[in-house]
Structure formats: structure tokens, C-alpha cells
């Protein structure tokens, strides 16, 4: 179901970068586990660096908003892109990261909502008032 | 730049249905400002009102999530969905709700982070994990 | 607000595949107005020449969906692609075609429903019911 | 395949939210089937209830758009939307509310012929024609 | 999976229309293989027809953009559109003419920083500059 | 039209992190002129940052895919999700760098081809065939 190959642990020991990466996963995450986007990502040794030091820098450092909101947001636009393994390991994260039953219930209701006005501001193509513009 | 007229209060004042959605936009929002979103949709005063109805049950009462958090999903899809008049209206209101510069930021760099591995994500087909499937 | 240029009927007339495209807009809809879809398009003769077949074809020839159907799946694809220039004129014609403001209401609600479900279903990611598959 | 779990009957008979509403699908469709899309929504009874009682307004009671079309609105949306399991249930829901093999072929020309020319006004960003303003 | 049946060739072999382009894809790519959209598309032997002659026209006719070019930015709009089946056939086609790991690599970088760039650009809603405006 | 403030060469030149990245856009395009993506992603100047650096890094170093093929994946992908700022903004780049009109009518209809087939496939949901996956 992939148009790339899934790279082994034993594949990874072969090539520093992406045993590198795997490594700092795992040191980072503290688990063994490595999910198949990094798998997937390691046939390309450079980009696989590149956006796991971006996943850390955005997603892990702490920062001004806290991880839950960030996890939200992320499976707001995989949802809206369309991104099956996206909602799956970003739903997988949220949970993993407190989220209740009772916040997924109003986070799927605020999503579909969003959806819905979307939609409805789309099909009448409302002009902006300029009340909402900054520049 | 609309398919429907943006109606008037002079205009709403002459349909029940309408009227009494503006007046609780008013009323609820504690402000005179009726924005176009719900001028546009007094053309279908029904909809008006039901779609009125879920904004303030999803967005205006208290649930578990705080409303900031519930305006940055909202601008994640509908900056996913290319929605312009969204996204415009729902950054007003997160900034009316305290967003602060650093926050924003925040928030950016998480949406453009998700949208590029969902790209990567649908590029290169990555097969779902077994651990991140509940049923 | 454009990428490429609109050709005036002065610079259509100077280029025979352009010009007997121009034509036929003007006689198969009996209106002098040629609208700026096909004034852009026409930089590329051979890409005009197509899509005014394939337009012709799929929605004007009579078929066994009713032309006011048509439209309305035409202005669905398109709000959902967020194609700000199609909504717009496929919503003129379909009015022109007899949409009614009643009819446009409803559908305006089945649009953005699907919107909302569509986005229930892919933040879910549930599964097929094996009653749908065909095959 | 899901980020949720599916309720079975019995689960869905200990919550009378989630019972009402499985009975009332089966009561409305005359069919003891109850699909995916609602057994993952009964992990969330509020958002379940509602959410039935917008599908059964929209698409379900008699207005001025005949139920076929709505259907074909509704897969024409969930196509661009990339929504799997939507077009799924909804080309089932069509096809028994009557779809024709010619109309289906009539249909899929359209969606198509649609999305091609908003990629195509998307791409040469055409700037709206003012006689198809309203507003 | 699919919401219509897949032909067999002895189906195919029935239908003159049909017959004749799967004669044609065959003898065209020099390969017995036909894969499933267009026996997905036989449904509709008019559209098959149509289609696959456009598809010969813009992806097979020699022009001025080489094949794999072409085949990247197909690749590029299938996964924007998260089209599972498109991502996976024209991947193994620019395979097949010639894409290096190198240059896959490369083209995944483009697509996935030109999502994240649009993402930005979206959220912020950054007002054109006047010298891209052709008209 | 915008939902942040455009940045002007004074304010750029008292924050050192903004004023270093107009200088090196300058200095990397060899041109004055400083566009207004830049201009609002400088209300954050860390992301200004790193977004630049990546930009640098895939488009304009040396690699083996050629600049114009790059610039015609990335005005695909803009179409397809509908970033209006980013069509126009890489539409002038591809010109900058040797576009033809030839070249852009091929890319046109190739992208609106794939808008189409996506959409069929999508619409049909047609399974992958087994000769196109690799894991």
C-alpha cells in the first residue's frame, strides 16, 4: 500500500543519517517504537533529517501553546487534507497526551462545524469585512 | 464579490426569523457588529438559524476546551480549506480572545508543519501502523 | 488579479482557432457575452478548443440529468475546491437555468452537510461497511 | 482502520442517547442496517444525535430539490473532499434511490469535467467577471 | 473496494468500445497490462473513450515538457488531492521513465515545502504583489 | 486583505533576524525587490528564518531536478489547494526562469488531466492494483 519501501532497523544500522534519526527518535520519544513515516522517509536520508529536526523544534520543544493544542490543530488539517495515516498518528498522539473522551467529542464538533461554514462561506463567497483585515 | 446579497438590518427587520438571529448575535456577542457571514445567509433564513443555533452550542458554550483553542482548530481548517472569509473572521475572533504574537506564531509553524508531512504523508502512501488502529 | 492575460475580441480576431471558438460560445448560448474563463484560456488555442468541446458536451448536449442538475454538482466540486471564479459563474447559471432561492437553499444545506460529515468521517477514518463495496 | 471503536448493538442498548438514535435510523429507512459512519459517532451520544437530526432534515425530509439530487450534491462534494467512506455510502444511497447506470455516467462526466476547470481557473487565477456578482 | 465493478477483458471483449481501447492502451504502452481505472472506467464506455484520448493527447504525444516532468507534476496535483490510486500509478510510471531516487527525493522536498508555503500563505492571507499580476 | 501586517524596509531594519533575511533574499535573487510573503511571515521572525533557509535549500541550490521543473511542481501543488498568492508568486518565477507559453499550455492541461482523473478515481474508488505497490 506504498509506493516507497519501509526501511528495517537492520536496513537503518547501514546508513549513520538514518540510524542517526532513528536513534533520536527513540532516545526522544522514549520508546522503541518508530512509526512507518520515518520508515518510509529514511529512502530519503536528508529530508528525513531535515523534517525530524522540524517535528522537534515544533511539535516537542516547549513553547507558548501546549502540546495537546498543537496535536489538535495538526489532526485539524490532516482531516481537512485528507491525510489517513496523518489522523491516525496524530489522533494516537493526542490521546497519549491526555486527551479526554469529552475534549475529542467538542474538537470533532468544532472541526466539522469549521468544515460546514467553510463550505457555506465558499458557495456564497462572502467578501470579508473589513472589520477582520489587518493589512 | 458574492452570489447572494448581503442583507441590511433595515432588510432583516422585515423577516422575523432573521431579526431574531441578529438580535441574538447582538445580544450574545455583546456587540452592534453583525458580520457579513450572517448577512449573507439571511437569504435562507432557516439555515440562518440552525447554522446560529451549532455556532453558539460548538463555539460560544463552555465545554472542556477553551475557546482559544477551538478558534485556532477553526483557523487550521479553514486555512486547509482555502477559505479566506474563515480564516480572516476566525484570526479576529482568536486575537479577541487573548492570541498573543508568540501563540500566533505557534500556531503557524504547527499548521504549515502539518500540511507539509501530510503531503509527505500522501506522497509516499505510508501504510497506517497497527498500533495506531482502535477498530 | 490574473496570471495570464484576457484576450479582447479585437486579439481574438486575429487568431482563427480562437475566434471560431468565440463564435460558438456566442451562438450556442444566443448572447454576445464571452466571459473571462475563455478570455484567459485563449493564450492556449488547443487547450480552448478542448475544454469548449468538453463543455459543450458534458453540459450542454441533453443527456439524462436535467441541466439545473448538472449545474449544481458543477457549483459543489467547485466550492469544495474553493474555486472562487467557478462558484461564481456556475451559480449564475445555474440561476439563469431557474434555480429557485428555495431550491438554492437546500442546497446550500446539503453542501455544507456533506462538508461537515465528510470531515466526521475522515477525522474518524471509519471504516467502509462491506454493504457499499462493489467490487 | 478507525481511530474509534465501533458500537455494537448491545454496547448502543446500554446508552439510551445512542439506542434512541440507532432505532430511529432503523424506524426512518425501514432496514434493521445500521452503517459505520453512525456506530463511530456514538462514542460522542451529543454529536450523534445532532448530527442525525440535521441528515434527516436535509436529506431526508421532502423539500424542493428531489432526493436524487441531493445525493448526487452530496458524492459530488465527498469526491473532492477525498472522503472514502462518504462516497461510498452516498453512491450506495444513491443507486437506491433510483440511479441510472446513464445518469451515473452523466454524473461522473460532470464532477470531472468541474474539477478539471477549477484547476484550470485555479491555476490562471481568472479574475471574476462582474455580471456574476450579486453582491 | 471500489464503488463499481472492475471489467475483466472477457467483459471488455463484449463491448466494441471498450474492446477497442483496451486494444489501444495495450498497443500503445507495448504491454499486456491494463490496470484498474480504466477498468473501473469501462462503466462508462463513452467517457473511457474520451479520457483515455485525452490522455494519450497531453501524457503520451510528444510536446516541449519531457514525459517525467509531466509525470511529476501529476504526481504533485494527486497528492494535493489525496488521490490514493492516482499518487500510486503515476509514481510507478515516472518510475518507468527514468525517475532516479535522487530526483524522487528532490520532488518530494518541492511538493511537501510547496504545501507548507501554501499553508502559510493561506493563514495569513498575504495580499498579492502587484508585478505577479498579469492582467 | 491581509491577517497580519506587511512589513516595510524600516521596520525589517530594526529587528536583526528580519533585516538579516531581506538582505540575504536580496542578495540570493540579486534583485531589490523583497515580496509580501516575506514581508508578513516577518511578524515572525523565527519562522521568517527558517522558512527562507528551507526555501534556499530546496528551490534555489543546485540538485538534479532542474529549477523550471521545480517551479512547475510548485505552481501544481498551489493550485490544487488553492493558494491564490502562491499561483501568482511561482506563475512569475516559472516565467523568470525561461517558461514557455508551449511549455505553460502543456503544464495547464497536464494539471487540469490529473484534477480530472483524480477526480474519477476518486469518485469511483478505484482499489490500487497490486503492480503499483511497492510495500
Aim: hydrophobic fraction near 45%; proline fraction near 4%.
Amino acid at each position: 500500500m506504498s509506493t516507497v519501501k519501509l526501511w528495517t532497523d537492520k536496513a537503518a544500522a547501514a546508513v549513520p543519517t538514518v540510524k542517526a534519526v532513528f536513534d533520536d527518535i527513540r532516545a526522544t520519544r522514549k520508546s522503541d517504537f518508530v512509526n512507518n513515516f520515518w520508515r518510509a522517509l529514511a529512502n530519503q536520508p536528508d529530508l528525513l533529517e531535515r523534517t525530524w529536526a522540524s517535528i522537534k523544534r515544533v511539535m516537542i520543544e516547549p513553547g507558548t501553546l501546549d502540546p495537546l493544542t498543537k496535536e489538535l490543530v495538526y489532526i485539524a488539517v490532516s482531516t481537512a487534507n485528507s491525510c489517513s495515516y496523518c489522523v491516525h498518528s496524530h489522533t494516537a498522539a493526542a490521546r497519549a497526551k491526555g486527551l479526554s473522551e469529552g475534549q475529542y467529542a467538542e474538537f470533532l464538533a468544532v472541526v466539522s462545524m469549521a468544515a460546514q461554514t467553510n463550505s457555506l462561506a465558499n458557495s456564497m463567497q462572502v467578501p470579508v469585512d473589513p472589520e477582520f483585515m489587518i493589512a
